[in-house]
């Protein structure tokens, strides 16, 4: 079992652009979440997707923005990107339901 | 808000001494609890769980009880392990585990 995985590992990109991250979630899970954990900070919840709908959302503007796909592997959007972006994105799945999260390894991003 | 607070680091301890990470929440509903532990070069693991009142969670030697009375959540150990430094993070979930909030981290340096 692979467990979470998470594409890319690292990622730079200017102000302005747009960036998509990827993930795919541990076998038999269902449920998939994003974090967006900043430098020596806890990780902050963006939004969690099940059966491809965005099921709950944290404190995060519009241009965070995601899609889980039939296979419920999921990406993450984020447009107009800032320098505040930069941070490593992580992605967590799980069983429907279950507090039992799996994180993956997380994709660093850093705007310039 | 929904919020964790837990207590700043480093914490820095000699092997086998004694360790308390504090740690509080505030929360509409009946949130259940965890501490998550991340070691160094590796990605955030569940350590322990409890999700209702008085129930502690457990796990290699590290316990944590849920006080509703005093909204806590402190992570204990009675003697500690050079193994064990790691960040540790304070985190609740709402709405059936479907979104979760993190504390900040607080790393803990043991020394031999």
């Known amino acids: 079992d692979a467990g979470v995985t998470q594409s890319p590992t690292h990622l730079i990109k200017t102000r302005g652009q747009q960036v998509t991250l990827r993930c795919s979630p541990k076998s038999g899970h269902d449920t998939v979440s994003w974090y967006q954990q900043a430098l020596g900070q806890g990780p902050q919840f963006i939004f969690q997707y099940y059966e491809e709908e965005e099921r709950q959302r944290g404190n995060f503007p519009d241009r965070f923005s995601g899609h889980q796909f039939p296979n419920y592997s999921s990406e993450l959007n984020v447009n107009a990107l800032l320098l505040g972006d930069s941070a490593l994105y992580l992605c967590a799945s799980s069983p429907d339901r279950s507090y039992e999260q799996y994180f993956g390894p997380g994709t660093r991003l850093t705007v310039t | 808000g929904d919020s964790v607070t837990q207590m700043e680091g480093p914490v820095t301890l000699s092997e086998e001494a004694f360790l308390t990470i504090n740690c509080t929440y505030t929360?509409?509903?009946?949130?259940?609890l965890f501490w998550y532990v991340q070691y160094p070069g590796e990605g955030l693991q569940l350590l322990l769980k409890a999700t209702k009142a008085d129930d502690k969670g457990s796990n290699k030697g590290f316990e944590a009880t849920y006080r509703k009375e005093t909204t806590s959540f402190h992570l204990e150990k009675g003697s500690v392990q050079v193994s064990d430094s790691a960040v540790y993070f304070c985190a609740l979930s709402l709405y059936n585990f479907n979104k979760f909030y993190f504390g900040s981290g607080t790393k803990l340096n043991v020394k031999p």
């Open positions: 929360a509409t509903g009946y949130p259940s």
